[in-house]
């Protein structure tokens, strides 16, 4: 059975650059409180109605397809990993595949957030054991900024996050003990709500209790999926329990990164590089201390991105790849954390 392995990795962030101080003329903010909670000095915003999830994906796709000396033609799957998709439905995943003429095979879109690509390289990496797939186009993707609600009300969610695309070709290697070797998923639904993008949808106040969500006339079948109370009420929007999540971040991360080392005989002195989801450098760092790894092995480029969501692992990943930061035959650890709450690990022998 052979191991999987990343042949080709790249990504793509908008021109445009989004600075505190830049946000400070929406709302209530600054530039010092940003940065000493969260580490973020800039973040990338799509061009609006040029460019989109997929469009920021596909940018990356061709980067990772050439890198991995292939075509367009040779991608037998894709994994596409997003909370912002371009339409509610279909996913962006044929999307992608009608832009770069890879008509015919399979396209799986995935919800886990944070976890996204984490959680799309170990179903990639199944896929390719068993020897269903040779050439798996995976993608995590985020237009954030265009979701996000840029008044002081929404400023502890809407400073974070910011836009890109990262993506990898996963094919088979039969180089023995390089690869991925091994991946770990976990999620806990009762924090479903915490970090939740909730409305639309159709959940027709099921799990929040219907009072004061103004579901409108009382109608036999529909009008609650979009209501006008949601709209004028700013209930269109991602809301976080930025503390809740912190805490549970920080005890998860360290978990699901030992897990993969003990999983695989290493411990943490054997790790080369750490490449955190990056949700918040006060997060990072405190798992780095936890961990008791040193500053090069871990690697952080959140100041420059802010949190991309499933995209910040392949960024970040491709970025220290490109800066020589991670090398052939380096043990690489990807962790992430997020809404779900999901996380997960994956162990990589470079
Ligand atoms: O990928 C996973 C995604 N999410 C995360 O990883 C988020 C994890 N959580 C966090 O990163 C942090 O909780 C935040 C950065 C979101 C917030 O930092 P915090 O230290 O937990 O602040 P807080 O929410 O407890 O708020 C402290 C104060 C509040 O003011 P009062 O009530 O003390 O007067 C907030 O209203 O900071 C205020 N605040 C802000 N002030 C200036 C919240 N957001 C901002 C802001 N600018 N952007």
Known sequence: MPNSKIAGIGFYVPERKVSNFDLMEYMDTNDEWIQERTGIKERRYAVKHEETTATMAIEASKIAIERAGITAKDVDFIIFATLSPDYFFPGCGVLLQREMGMQGI??????????????????????????????????????????????????????????????????????????????????????????????????????????????????????????????????????????AVFKFAVTKFPEVIKEALNATGHTTEDLDMLIPHQANLRISQFVQKRLRLSDDQVYNNIHKYGNTTAASIPIALCEAVEEGKVKEGDLVCLAAFGSGFTWGSALIRW
Request: some cysteine; hydrophobic content about 35%.
């Open 106 to 243: 399979g396209a799986l879109d995935i919800r886990n957030q944070c976890s996204g690509f984490i959680y799309g390289l170990s179903i990639a990496d199944q896929f390719i054991k068993s020897g269903m797939y040779k050439n798996i186009l995976l993608v995590g993707a985020e237009y954030q900024s265009a979701g996000l609600d840029y008044t002081t009300r929404g400023r502890n969610v809407t400073v974070i996050f910011g836009d890109g695309a990262g993506a990898a070709i996963i094919q088979p290697t039969e180089e023995e003990g390089k690869g991925v070797l091994t991946t770990h998923l976990h999620a806990d639904g009762t924090y479903a709500e915490q970090l939740a993008y909730i409305n639309p949808g159709c959940h027709g106040g099921k799990w929040l209790g219907k009072k004061g969500f103004g579901y409108g006339p009382e109608e036999k079948f529909g009008g609650m999926f979009l209501t006008q109370h949601m709209m004028d009420n700013a209930m269109t929007y991602p809301n976080m329990n930025g503390p």
